[in-house]
């Protein structure tokens, strides 16, 4: 029983963790520039990105205007270096796929706490 419960947790050398972020970036402008080859490249980039920086992507949709991630994040790295990485490696990412430039992202990001009444699990 006790096994079963901790299933859902992950652990380093000194916490127990469980922490689920909902994530969405756009383009510039809502721009719809996420298809065919870009959004096949983008997805690319960022599991690659997620094995470098040791976060799990548990759920990534790549829309024509935006991107939803959800991703489970060590809290001692935490997810607003997760998502700067995200955002910062695909922007360069893209400028050599020569769809975008470096700054195709916009500023913001939206970065939400998924728990059991998201009802997601």
């Not at 935006?66 to 001692?76: C, F, R, T, Y």
């Not at 700067?84 to 400028?95: C, D, L």
Request: charged fraction near 25%; charge should be positive.
């Amino acid at each position: 029983m006790l096994q079963k419960m901790f299933e859902k947790f992950k652990s380093n050398n000194n916490v127990v963790y469980s922490c689920k972020y909902h994530v969405i970036f756009c383009p510039k402008y809502r721009r719809k520039v996420l298809v065919n080859a870009v959004a096949s490249r983008l997805k690319e980039l960022l599991a690659q990105i997620a094995i470098d920086i040791k976060v799990e992507i548990l759920e990534m949709e790549i829309m024509p205007d935006h991107v939803h991630l959800l991703i489970e994040v060590d809290p001692q790295f935490g997810v607003h270096k997760a998502v700067k990485r995200f955002k910062g490696a695909t922007s360069s990412g893209m400028a050599r796929l020569k769809c975008c430039n470096r700054k195709w992202l916009q500023r913001w990001q939206m970065v939400g706490k998924v728990d059991k009444s998201n009802a997601l699990f």
